[in-house]
């Protein structure tokens, strides 16, 4: 896959903290509906996507979720981490967060919810494993 390469752009309109006014109203989406969680190389190529745009912060859409440990900075957890210590925000949407969705729920508010998260409780909920009740 070539760096530039992504799956989908989602355009948002201003979230405190991540889009702006003076900002790029696009983020860089990567969509993985694996059954697996998602590793670290997936992170790092979607990392490099989004390097030196503003916002420096991409979505993956794995539904299956990620792997790894936040707090020992290991697999795909630690390199959400390791980026966001270096400025770039990567938000991981789950199995659970696509059903909030399908239901109505706000895209602005669960990227808000998002990136609150990853400020404050960034392994909570992204390695969760998908439910059983979608195929």
Not at 95 to 124: S, T
Request: net charge neutral.
């Amino acid at each position: 896959m070539a760096i530039g390469q992504i799956d989908a752009a989602c355009r948002v309109k201003s979230i405190p903290g991540l889009v702006t006014q003076d900002r790029s109203r696009y983020l860089p989406v990567e969509c993985k509906n694996w059954k697996a969680r998602v590793g670290f190389p997936e992170i790092a190529s979607l990392s490099k996507k989004i390097e030196g745009r503003l916002p420096n912060t991409g979505l993956l859409v794995a539904t299956g979720g990620v792997t790894g440990n936040w707090e020992l900075f290991e697999d795909a957890l630690g390199e959400i981490g390791n980026e966001f210590i270096h400025g770039r925000r990567i938000l991981v949407l789950v199995r659970p967060d696509l059903d909030r969705l399908a239901d109505g729920a706000n895209l602005l508010e669960v990227l808000q919810h998002k990136m609150d998260q990853l400020h404050f409780q960034p392994h909570k909920g992204w390695s969760d494993p998908p439910r059983t009740s979608h195929p």
